[in-house]
Nanobody, 124 residues
């Protein structure tokens, strides 16, 4: 079992930055692929960024490429999402997710564990 707890959301102006953190329980964090998803009102949940269990391979949605950075600290059982140059269309609930093993997992159904989510609101 893995429990995930996100933090770092909030209200920010257009062009601002936020850093989300996701702390995981358990002793095998380094065995999990980690991802950040987001869901805006009336829209489907979408994959924002993914990082391999070692941290060596990352993936970004086109909409955030060049602005967001995913990273992880396996010693601290934590994954981060640094969000820069935020836009109003980035407003959503952001959730971290975990999947045991390595792979190019894109769909929400591919992930076994989820955090409760944290709200990010970008004002124009």
């Amino acid at each position: 079992q893995v429990q995930l707890v996100e933090s770092g959301g909030g209200l920010v102006q257009t062009g601002g930055s936020l850093r989300l953190s996701c702390a995981a329980s358990g002793r095998t964090f380094s065995s999990y692929t980690m991802a950040w998803f987001r869901q805006a009102p009336g829209k489907e949940r979408e994959l924002v960024a993914r990082i391999s269990n070692s941290g060596s391979v990352t993936y970004y949605a086109d909409s955030v490429k060049g602005r967001f950075t995913i990273s992880r600290d396996n010693a601290k059982n934590t994954v981060y999402l640094q969000m820069n140059s935020l836009k109003p269309e980035d407003t959503a609930v952001y959730s971290c997710a975990a999947r045991y093993g390595s792979g190019y997992y894109r769909a929400p159904d591919n992930y076994d564990y989820w955090g409760q989510g944290t709200q990010v609101t970008v004002s124009s």
